[in-house]
């Protein structure tokens, strides 16, 4: 399992690190990620860890857009008002 999570890595990096995407893209283009990876994690864990596996990457995914958005807005409050 760990071969297939560490070749998500960089991907993920690439999708955090772009900061053109909207946070509803990013959240699509990662679970895009996930959904080329799902055949061979299925195959690897039971349904119930699959079903666990899913719900911490969901939260991971929400976690991360959360945090992009916390950042946005704290660099719009910095911001000189004209």
């Not at 990096?13 to 946070?23: C, F, Q, R, V």
């Not at 509803?24 to 895009?32: G, R, S, Y």
């Amino acid at each position: 399992m760990l071969p297939i999570l560490k070749a998500e890595a960089p991907k993920f990096e690439a999708i955090k690190n772009d900061p053109s995407p909207s946070g509803m893209q990013k959240m699509k283009q990662l679970h895009a990620i996930h959904s080329e990876s799902a055949p061979e994690l299925q195959k690897i864990l039971s349904p119930a860890h699959y079903q666990q596996l899913q719900a911490i990457r969901e939260a991971d995914i929400k976690k991360a857009i959360a945090a992009k958005r916390a950042e946005v807005d704290r660099l719009r409050v910095r911001e000189p008002s004209s």
